[in-house]
């Protein structure tokens, strides 16, 4: 296999100056300052259509940003105020798996923080391992496993720029406890108690879906669901000092016998994302609703 040149491994990653002109190029083009940015995952990107007085970009007219190549993402930038809060709203994100280097998979987040984000909340859809969950359960992430980053694909490997963040980041906080708490205390008063989880998810490098065998390990491991995405955007939102919080839809359940019928597959993930989205995205509202009137939690 070719080794690539010092230039090459140079273009996978994205200065902190070309960060600062995609940043620049979208304040331009909207008055909305935004504290609280969104990613939506497969089949959920019907939070951006919440958003009112909305200003849109598609990915391919903003200056050095990816494209999103799966289906059930929009690959839409979406500005805009949900419940009076400056929002911006991605629909759709970037994955390993479309060929995309995992600098150039997290170039929104630093987007995000020069743009004068403060509070990222992410969404995905994940299987799940925890023989608990049930199909339309939603997990808030309390923690996660890193393979790729295990195996050294990180989004942060390379010359670090002290503008964005600190060498050796700190991850045992990742997810913020207090929004975490929050989600608890408003799944509750919506009524979602029965369905609202918190666990820990597993990051692998799709595009395939797992084994048995991997599903056996990641349980062991201590993993309740696992997905192909969010960690990435993690690493890098708390590098750049953004708070986080994260939920992921359990849209299948992993299989974990041999003896199962079952078979993962894409339209189930996107077919759960439809039935759930409503409760997904009322729950997302309100949280947001509450940033608004509590300054602790911007």
Request: aromatic content about 8%; proline content about 3%; hydrophobic content about 40%.
């Amino acid at each position: 296999m070719r080794r690539l040149s010092a230039a090459e491994r140079a273009r996978i990653r994205y200065t902190y100056e070309e960060c600062k002109a995609t940043a620049d190029w979208l304040l331009k083009q909207t008055d909305l300052c935004p504290l609280v940015g969104i990613v939506c995952g497969s089949g959920m990107g019907g939070l951006a259509d919440m958003l009112k007085d909305r200003v849109v970009f598609n990915y391919k007219d903003i200056p050095n940003f990816p494209q999103s190549t799966v289906h059930g993402h929009a690959g839409r930038l979406v500005f805009g105020t949900l419940k009076g809060r400056a929002c911006v709203c991605m629909q759709g994100r970037f994955h390993l798996y479309e060929g995309y280097s995992i600098q150039k998979i997290t170039l929104p987040m630093r987007i995000f923080k020069l743009l004068g984000v403060q509070t990222v909340m992410l969404t995905n859809a994940a299987g799940g391992l925890n023989q608990d969950y049930k199909v339309g359960d939603i997990m808030v992430l309390k923690d996660h496993l890193n393979f790729p980053g295990l195996a050294g694909n990180n989004p942060l490997v390379g010359p670090n720029d002290e503008r964005f963040g600190v060498r050796f980041p700190c991850m045992s906080d990742a997810y913020d406890r207090e929004l975490q708490q929050l989600a608890a205390e408003v799944g509750q008063e919506l009524g979602f108690g029965d369905f609202l989880r918190e666990g820990v998810y597993s990051v692998l490098g799709g595009p395939s879906f797992e084994t048995i065998a991997e599903c056996r390990m990641l349980s062991i491991l201590g993993a309740d669901a696992v997905g192909m995405s969010t960690v990435h955007e993690v690493v890098v939102a708390r590098h750049c000092g953004m708070r986080v919080f994260a939920l992921s839809l359990i849209t299948n359940r992993a299989v974990m016998d041999y003896d199962s019928a079952e078979r993962a597959n894409h339209e189930e993930v996107l077919e759960t994302g439809k039935l759930r989205a409503e409760q997904l995205e009322r729950l997302i509202t309100a949280m947001v609703t509450r940033l608004e009137h509590n300054n602790n939690y911007v």
